[in-house]
């Protein structure tokens, strides 16, 4: 596995085959990159896709334009069973690392079909998983607080 920092080596079957999911994933990244997407969001990117490619590799699937929405729904399903290995046993991906690479998949679809190497996108109706955001709600029930008197504003919601 690579350390932080240091490429992944990805055990692509023809990583030079220019109708391959290898050449227009570096392709794809690179636009990612020119367009001023951050460098951690185009590794995730990168990892995502080289994942879904490996998994399609398996099944004999190797470019594009073999990828139907029928496969994608196929992978969507796998990743939502597949199960990895922690310290306290296995643990299913949660709904949004499930999410983030499959917003990865869409997004890499779609600019094919928008750069011309694919003539519709498969993954264009595909539903991401629905993630409950935990944490801090929106609207807090704590008062605000003016800064320039340091008393809370008055208008709060329960008074």
């Not at 992944?8 to 290898?22: A, C, N």
């Not at 399609?56 to 969507?76: D, F, H, M, N």
């Not at 299913?92 to 997004?107: M, V, Y």
């Not at 801090?136 to 605000?144: A, K, M, T």
């Amino acid at each position: 596995m690579a350390r932080k920092g240091q490429k992944k080596s990805w055990p692509f079957l023809d990583p030079t085959d220019p109708e391959g999911m290898p050449v227009l994933r570096l392709l794809w990244l690179d636009a990612l990159r020119t367009r001023g997407y951050s460098d951690p969001y185009v590794q995730n990117c990168e990892s995502a896709l080289g994942a879904f490619i490996l998994w399609a590799q398996e099944r004999g699937i190797t470019k594009a334009r073999e990828v139907t929405r029928p496969i994608l729904e196929s992978y969507q399903r796998w990743l939502f069973h597949y199960r990895r290995e922690t310290e306290e046993g296995d643990e299913p991906l949660s709904l949004r690392t499930q999410a983030e690479r499959l917003s990865a998949l869409k997004g890499f679809f779609k600019w094919l079909a928008r750069s011309g190497y694919l003539l519709a996108n498969p993954a264009s109706e595909m539903e991401l998983p629905r993630i409950l955001h935990e944490g801090r709600p929106r609207s807090s029930p704590w008062p605000r607080w003016n800064a320039s008197s340091r008393s809370p504003i008055s208008r709060c919601r329960w008074g």
